[in-house]
């Protein structure tokens, strides 16, 4: 089992950038792929990012390709969420999940955090 804190949310303008991190705790958290996860106001939760235990395989949302980059430090237990060039589409509640199989981690996977909100202004 893993349990997850977000932090890093906040006010950003629009073209800005804002980074998120997610604490992961328990000494196996290398052992889960990691994914982030976004819910605007009105919306369903959405996928974003997700990345292997290892790092080495990332897959992304079509609407944050080429703008966000999740990676992770296994021997930190937290993986991150670099966004650039935010738009204010990207405003939501981000949610940090955890999956043993990486397969899942986009679309079932079995622990979540607290969220955090990210707002971008015009």
């Known amino acids: 089992q893993v349990q997850l804190a977000e932090s890093g949310g906040g006010l950003v303008q629009a073209g800005g950038s804002l980074r998120l991190s997610c604490a992961g705790s328990g000494r196996t958290f290398s052992l889960y792929a990691m994914g982030w996860f976004r819910q605007a106001p009105g919306k369903e939760r959405e996928f974003v990012a997700a990345?292997?235990?290892?790092?080495?395989?990332?897959y992304y949302a079509d609407s944050v390709k080429g703008r966000f980059t999740i990676s992770r430090d296994n021997a930190k237990n937290t993986v991150y969420l670099q966004m650039n060039s935010l738009k204010t589409e990207d405003t939501a509640v981000y949610y940090c999940a955890a999956d043993p199989s990486y397969g899942r981690t986009s679309t079932r996977p079995e622990y979540w955090g607290q969220g955090t909100q990210v707002t971008v202004s015009s």
């Open positions: 990345i292997s235990w290892s790092g080495k395989t990332t």
